[in-house]
């Protein structure tokens, strides 16, 4: 019998091996038995040298091809006898494999998140871009050049963290990116930034750390109808087109004159209710014109220049518009709390 003929019989007996074997041990040995270095097809392979070159070639092709045959069924076979083996763990095995795996909750984007991305968006569509400032700020931004001086009882208005580094403060609101933006740019300027604040509070409505975004417009002729349009506009947006808006005098060191804006009550519509305490408004945010003081501090000509700029507690915002009665309940972290929103 031919060499040809030896190498196909070989084949035909290592398939019938694989296809009857019932364990990996086994297949193992049959690897060796037709591949190993001492195998059956290396053994016909060193007989090919007294071959003549045109048989060796051909021969030697034949071996090969044989060679990657086995190989690919002794893989094929290994897979099966692995997922039996998987199967027979499982059976002895006293996991239920058919009970539902363990349920992780998943995460849902939190309400303040929400709220403040719609509230950057209604100003980024006004043509407003967005800034962002350090929490931990310099003194200086957070108050001086803010209109706030040292020992001025201003500051008393906001009890604020002192950190211990000399000239340094946890910001007490977002206010200090005004200065950080004039610094910057001249006018025209037109933002918003938002961010975490911090203060001295706790009760229901005020906590140490909460959101705030600023708002600034500085340009030529701006006047308070500027500034009463775009607060008219940004808060119908967020609580409807039926609210009413009104500005009452107030006092903030870095703007004059300043104003607090109240919305209708979006509970009785101004009647009266418990929620506006029977006045039929609600107090959403601080603001003002910009002080000449604050655009001198920051080297822009007040005599050029007006501007308006305002304030307000992102937390407050979705107090109001989803009526949460504690603002604590932001920051539990309890997902049937977030989830319904
Ligand atoms: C300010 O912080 C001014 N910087 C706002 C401003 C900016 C006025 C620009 C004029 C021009 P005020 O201290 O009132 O203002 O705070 C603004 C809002 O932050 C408040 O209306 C309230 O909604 C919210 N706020 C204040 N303290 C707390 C607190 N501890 N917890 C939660 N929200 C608070």
């Keep these: 019998m031919g060499l040809k003929e030896d190498l ?10 694989i296809g009857s074997v019932k364990d990996k041990k086994s297949l193992d040995e049959i690897r060796v038995k037709y591949l190993g270095k001492k195998g059956e097809i290396k053994k016909v392979l060193k007989s090919l040298s007294k071959l003549s070159p045109d048989e060796r070639r051909e021969i ?10 086995i190989e690919k069924l002794l893989k094929d076979k290994l897979a099966i006898l692995k997922e039996k083996e998987l199967e027979e763990e499982l059976k002895k095995s006293k996991v ?7 349920w992780v909750e998943l995460g849902h984007q939190h309400i303040l998140t929400k709220t403040l991305q719609e509230i950057v968006d209604i100003f980024i569509a006004m043509g407003f871009s967005v800034e962002e ?5 310099r003194e200086e931004y957070n108050f001086d050049m803010l209109n706030i001086p040292k020992d001025h009882p201003a500051r008393d208005m906001q009890d604020t ?6 000239g340094y403060v946890l910001r007490t609101h977002t206010s200090p990116v005004q200065i950080r933006t004039m610094l910057k ?3 025209p300027v037109a933002i918003v930034a938002p961010g975490r604040v911090y203060r001295k509070d706790m009760d229901p409505t005020h906590t140490p750390m909460f959101h705030q975004i600023e708002g600034l417009l500085v340009d030529e002729n701006i006047t308070y109808r500027d500034l009463k349009g775009t607060l008219q506009k940004f808060l119908q947006e967020v609580f409807g087109k039926n609210i009413k808006i009104r500005l009452r005098p107030s006092y903030f060191p870095f703007t004059e004159p300043s104003f607090e804006v109240d919305i209708s009550c979006t509970i009785c519509s101004g009647l009266g209710c418990r929620v506006c305490k029977g006045t039929g408004w609600l107090e959403v945010l601080g603001s003002g014109m910009v002080d000449p003081n604050v655009f001198e501090a920051v080297g822009i000509d007040p005599e050029k220049y007006t501007g308006f700029a305002f304030g307000l507690g992102i937390e407050r915002i979705a107090m109001l518009k989803y009526r949460v009665p504690d603002i604590r309940l932001f920051y539990y972290g309890d997902l049937r709390f977030i989830k319904q929103f």
Excluded: T
Excluded at 60 to 69: F, H, V, Y
Excluded at 133 to 137: I, M, Q, R, S
């Design 8 to 17: 196909i019989k070989l084949k035909e007996e290592a398939k019938k091996l």
């Design 60 to 69: 030697g092709k034949i071996a090969n091809d044989i060679k990657d045959e």
């Design 96 to 102: 239920d494999i058919h009970l539902p795996a363990d």
């Design 133 to 137: 400032g350090p929490e931990v700020e």
């Design 161 to 166: 963290f002192f950190i211990n580094k000399e």
């Design 185 to 187: 740019n001249k006018p």
